[in-house]
């Protein structure tokens, strides 16, 4: 736990007042990661289970919860099998012919299928930290860029179908769905080597930030009643201790699913 007294040990975090600074691209080589091609073969099965389960019921995926993602309401839904080290048994059961393929991924932190809604953008952000390698395979994609596309950095790229894509989610990224279809695409992250050892203290720190940051945007009382943001900071550095605690403790709970 060294990282814990060793900053330099420590990946870098959306929080932290200093940006985000590296030379490398924001899009990686898919070659860096041998596991790819097995992910890759097995495409079709992930996606014919998903679109049997989700068809005619596309509601029933949960809405991204930071409004300030998109630019229209509910365009942004997921259903994840696994957020940040936390696994969710539901969608596990739900969805196990995925959770069998995906579980293979080494270092494997964060899984989940996402919808991006006709004629809707993820707005332009940066993501919460550069401790993973973010993945995107694309499962159901209505058009190649410029009618639906993806941007990192200066980087535009398409969703291919059956193919994955890897890059940082520390740099500023945006996706887009100018068509009258849903693009559905599976995502999932990878924890980085260097960081592997700091990977649920990342997730805590990122978790805690999140549900606060959400909890101001669905609750009138919390930015009226603690609007300074010293008070904010307070919380978040709060949660981040408890969200630490349960980590710990669900991943021993859940280590055999």
Partial sequence: MRYLFDKKRRPWLSDNPIPYQHTEAGMFDPKMFPWLEYIESHWETIRDEFLDYIRGQEESMRSYPDLTKTDKKDAWRTSGLIYWTQKSPEHIRTFPKTWEIVKKIPHLSSCSFNQLAPQSTIKPHIGDTNAMYRCHMGLVVPAAVP????????QIT?????????????YEHTAWNNTDQRRYIISFDVMRPEFEQAKYWTAAQVLGKIYVEVAYQHKPWLPKYFSAEWKKNLIIAGAK???????LYRTRLYSRL
């Avoid at 009618?147 to 200066?154: M, Q, T």
């Avoid at 398409?158 to 520390?170: H, I």
């Avoid at 201790?241 to 980590?247: A, E, K, N, R, T």
């Fill in 147 to 154: 009618a639906c596309g993806f941007r990192v950095g200066k």
């Fill in 158 to 170: 398409s969703w291919g179908e059956g193919k994955v894509l890897v890059f940082n989610d520390a």
């Fill in 241 to 247: 201790f408890v969200v630490w605690m349960i980590v």
